[in-house]
């Protein structure tokens, strides 16, 4: 249960137009709800600030949609990693899903207005990164901040990145994905003051080893203020930039 809609159940018990039963009714999965297969965690939007986020990855297209379909009577819905099957199973459901095809991701609800700053950047040094990419802005977007994206903006070819530089300087954090060396982060670590969050992808050749070259690399970036999460973890690094961005907009 979102932090409006518990409030504005509290606020109807205290009007006296919900009786204090109906609001207990309202709050019985709380704080999660036993689906045999899984339990939902209702709380964590009140604890965390955003709902539970369905990883849909080894899970059937029918557990995905039992999950989802709880989910969205409480509120907004991510669900990452999703097949075109979750999402069919989802979509009988909860007719109003929406399946972001690049980002391999189901929605429900809408998007929480974004204020114009501060914003955030996403980048993927190759088009075949851009999925990861995808992921971590639609996550961010789903948590209420404004996302720029640039694409296909690798240290091959840097002065497709260099003409982005007036956009990057006036962000509060960026999210570099990159496969192959992964050497981006860094480079952008050194071109701006903000937080540089680093993505490694498996994208690469056999020496690549699937992405453990990347992550490597990014672990020991000599440029100060880059942090790094897991391989191909768009959801992770896209969480982590709402954060930093709500964290800062909440100082100005």
């Not at 974004?114 to 789903?142: H, K, N, S």
């Not at 672990?219 to 942090?227: D, K, T, Y």
């Amino acid at each position: 249960m979102e932090v409006d809609r518990l409030r504005l159940l509290l606020e109807q018990v205290a009007q006296g137009a919900l009786s204090v039963e109906d609001a207990l009714t309202a709050l019985r999965d709380l704080p999660y709800q036993d689906l045999g297969f899984a339990r939902i965690d209702h709380h964590r939007a009140l604890r965390k600030g955003f709902p539970e986020v369905v990883f849909c990855a080894g899970k059937t297209p029918e557990q995905v949609a039992a999950i989802v379909a709880q989910l969205a009577t409480r509120g907004r819905v991510l669900a990452t990693r999703a097949s075109e099957a979750h999402y069919h199973a989802v979509q009988a459901q909860v007719p109003d899903a929406v399946y972001h095809t690049l980002a391999r991701a189901i929605t429900v609800g809408a998007f929480p207005e974004a204020p114009d700053a501060p914003y955030g950047v996403v980048l993927a040094a190759g088009t075949a990164d851009i999925p990861v990419a995808e992921e971590a802005a639609l996550t961010a977007r789903m948590m209420g901040v404004r996302v720029e994206t640039r694409y296909d903006v690798g240290v091959a070819g840097l002065h497709r990145l260099l003409e982005h530089l007036p956009l990057l300087h006036g962000a509060g954090a960026i999210v570099v994905v990159a496969g192959m060396e992964g050497a981006l982060p860094s480079v952008v670590g050194g071109l701006v003051a903000c937080p540089v969050i680093a993505v490694p992808t498996s994208v690469g050749y056999g020496a690549h080893f699937g992405g453990l070259a990347p992550l490597l690399t990014m672990l020991n970036s000599c440029a100060p203020g880059v942090a790094v999460v897991n391989i191909d973890n768009g959801f992770g690094a896209g969480y982590l930039l709402a954060r930093i961005l709500h964290a800062h907009s909440s100082t100005l």
